[in-house]
């Protein structure tokens, strides 16, 4: 059976390899002290600006390791 026979469906559960292995990337540990910063600062606005501002506060606090 071949990829794309797995992949649409000509199995009884298709594509789950390949799912499996995109569930198992793993992230980085989330800094609780600068999320929560970021959620008081855009918190109203939407989880994509909170997003956008812990990044930006991420890139502000460990700037100084990579230079």
């Known amino acids: 059976m071949g990829w794309f026979d797995s992949l649409f469906g000509r199995t009884p559960r298709p594509a789950d390899g390949l799912f499996a292995r995109l569930r198992r990337k793993s992230q980085a540990p989330t800094d609780?002290?600068?999320?929560?910063?970021?959620?008081?600062r855009k918190g109203h606005v939407s989880r994509k600006a909170v997003h956008a501002e812990y990044n930006r506060l991420i890139l502000e606090k460990?700037?100084?390791?990579?230079a």
């Open 32 to 40: 609780p002290d600068l999320l929560k910063i970021a959620k008081d």
């Open 62 to 66: 460990y700037a100084h390791d990579k």
